[in-house]
């Protein structure tokens, strides 16, 4: 168990830190810039409006967050408190420098500077349509069983309700926390699959009506495309980048990162493959080798990437893992 819950963080800090050179540039570009596929850590280019922030085996803003509301929960008993995650979110926010350095996403960034500003205006987070509430969840999924769906959306809505309250940004969020929670324990990725697109419903009836596609339907063609090329990496990732998105819309990313966790069912591999998508690659990569950690556990990560992200980040990841199973106990 201790494993598999350690697998889904380090999982995420991976695809989170292997994504972030790339981040929000196109395939053509990253291409064009590294000469090569990306195949392992680099430091963010100076080219880069986001990524100039960082060095190689950094992560950025969605591992920053996760930890934020790691650390919130801890403190409140495991009860998800808006209050307190805003204000710790702000904190860090203004320790990164947050707006100064573009890190914020679109909807996070107008949320918390309202609530730095003391001004109540939920019709931003009623209308978010961005990927903040997702891309942060990941360790929320080790803290439920499968069985526990509703419990999970309603946590999940608990946890994301300072930035994001629409229905499409609630689910998108519950379906990579269901992943992380049901690649726990089994060991079949179909059964994780299938939880995935299980727990989409109760997600859109969580948050705010809001009009989009329909998740749980392209992840079904994302994964369609999985099947249909499984031993053809480059047009996989092509048909994800063209078709299905890779922008930070959660109804393009959190399909991207389920299919690309279902064709790689490895964090290591996912990492990479997510990497070089084009598109908001640290985000989308973060998400799914976060599930392939869970499932694959942390022992599946190559030794020296683990180093590497406990070498240059400032993160005792040992007691976030400590977290996680003490909330998991909490949570039964």
Request: hydrophobic content about 40%; overall charge negative.
């Amino acid at each position: 168990m201790k494993d598999r819950v350690a697998g889904a963080l380090y999982g995420m800090a991976l695809g989170d830190a292997m994504g972030m050179p790339a981040e929000l540039w196109s395939r053509e570009r990253a291409k064009k810039f590294f000469g090569k596929k990306i195949d392992g850590f680099l430091d963010g280019p100076e080219e880069s409006e986001v990524a100039f922030n960082y060095k190689y085996g950094q992560f950025t803003d969605d591992t920053g967050q996760a930890l934020v509301l790691l650390d919130s929960i801890a403190a409140t008993g495991f009860v998800p408190d808006a209050k307190d995650i805003a204000v710790r979110m702000l904190a860090w926010a203004e320790k990164e420098n947050a707006w100064e350095n573009n890190i914020l996403g679109p909807t996070s960034k107008v949320a918390l500077a309202n609530f730095r500003d003391g001004i109540e205006d939920k019709k931003v987070t009623d209308k978010a349509l961005s990927n903040g509430s997702a891309m942060r969840i990941p360790p929320i999924g080790c803290l439920f069983t499968p069985d526990q769906k509703q419990e999970l959306v309603d946590y999940v809505y608990g946890v994301s309700r300072v930035t994001h309250t629409s229905n499409v940004t609630i689910a998108g969020a519950a379906m990579i926390a269901a992943g992380v929670s049901s690649a726990i324990v089994n060991d079949d990725f179909d059964k994780v699959i299938e939880d995935i697109l299980d727990i989409e419903e109760a997600g859109y009836k969580k948050g705010f009506d809001h009009f989009t596609p329909r998740l749980k339907e392209r992840t079904k063609l994302a994964l369609e495309f999985a099947r249909e090329y499984k031993d053809d990496e480059e047009m996989f990732s092509r048909k994800i980048y063209d078709v299905i998105g890779t922008g930070v819309c959660i109804i393009e990313s959190v399909p991207a990162a389920v299919a690309a966790a279902y064709y790689t069912q490895d964090p290591d591999k996912a990492a990479l493959l997510c990497a070089n998508l084009g598109g908001d690659t640290d985000t989308i990569g973060a998400m799914a080798a976060a599930i392939c950690g869970a499932f694959r556990g942390m022992s599946a990560i190559k030794p020296e990437n683990i180093e590497i992200l406990r070498r240059q980040n400032d993160v005792d990841f040992d007691a976030y893992i400590d977290i996680l199973l003490r909330g998991r106990e909490t949570m039964r």
